[in-house]
């Protein structure tokens, strides 16, 4: 896809989006599982790459669609789709982090979804991914999110601006630091 098409791809999924939360509002329960669907899975990512623990991100994004089935009612298009879903995303995973302060996170191997015959590689995938999850756990909250909505879920700077409520030079401010942050720990790990 070239980035018009990009771009029209997205607009279209955002008015899908926004057009089943409408229909969720007004009692479509069908709404909800096609909002589900859409968004399960970029949801359990971007929890995965915060909390570094499969249940974890599973739990938090369950809890994300029960905040968006409750907000529903509420919701007005001011922007777009992702960003809606993903302040609400943000506020669980911040709620998450109050709660469990004292808790270190645990680290799923990558390598349990390698074949076996990759055993010497399936070492070094766990130990980059784990010495990732650490130095991503340095990161303040408010960088490793921008980044991770950046990276992974592909949030655009004004959309990133927009989901954790500040001004989009921040954004970039945050992400350079993160990005620069995240060199710095796998250059020590390659060292």
């Known amino acids: 896809m070239d980035s018009t098409s990009t771009t029209e791809h997205f ?4 008015d899908i989006d926004s057009a089943a939360l409408r229909a ?11 909002i589900v669907d859409r968004w399960q899975i970029r949801l359990i990512n971007f929890f995965y790459r915060s909390t570094g623990n499969r249940a ?24 777009t789709f992702s960003a809606f879903i993903f302040t609400l995303a943000r506020r669980r995973l911040i709620d998450s982090y109050r709660k469990k302060a004292c808790r270190p996170l645990e680290y799923v191997d990558p390598g349990e ?13 766990r130990e980059i991914e784990e010495a990732f ?6 990161l303040p909250e408010n960088h490793r999110a921008a980044i991770l909505l950046l990276q992974q879920q592909g949030l655009s700077y004004d959309e990133i601006a ?25 250059k020590e790990f390659a060292a």
């Open 113 to 125: 979804f390698l074949m076996q015959g990759q055993a010497e590689a399936t070492d070094h995938s």
């Open 133 to 138: 999850h650490r130095a991503l756990a340095r």
């Open 24 to 34: 969720l509002a007004e009692g479509d329960p069908t709404a909800f599982a096609q």
């Open 11 to 14: 607009r279209l999924v955002e």
């Open 162 to 186: 927009q989901s954790l409520d500040t001004s989009v030079s921040s954004v970039k401010t945050w992400i350079h630091r993160a990005r620069k942050h995240l060199r710095e720990a796998l």
């Open 56 to 79: 974890d991100a599973e739990d938090l994004a369950q809890e994300t669609f029960i905040e968006l089935n409750r907000a529903a009612t509420r919701y007005q298009a001011r922007g």
